[in-house]
């Protein structure tokens, strides 16, 4: 649907300290979550789970489970017009 770093940002704000978002990814995680990490870190998040799916048409899938530690900065989540055009 979007991007890993704009997920976080549109999800962590309204994630209760102590919750956790998930998110199902294609085959590219590994390069989401890295250009991921510093949007996670800003939002107060952390990833308590990845699990990686084999899924019956060969493809893979994989789960992510994002924990918000910490309350994030009162100014996200931002507009989505300035999500898209700076991201995280």
Do not use: M
């Amino acid at each position: 649907v979007a991007p890993l770093s704009v997920l976080c940002e549109y999800c962590l704000p309204y994630v209760k300290v102590g919750g956790s978002f998930c998110a199902w990814k294609g085959p590219s995680c590994e390069a989401e979550l890295s250009a991921a990490q510093r949007a996670i870190q800003i939002l107060g998040g952390k990833v308590s789970q990845k699990k990686i799916y084999q899924l019956p048409d060969g493809s893979q899938r994989t789960f992510l489970q994002i924990g918000h530690n910490r309350i994030c900065p009162l100014a996200y989540p931002r507009s989505g017009k300035n999500i898209k055009k700076q991201p995280l």
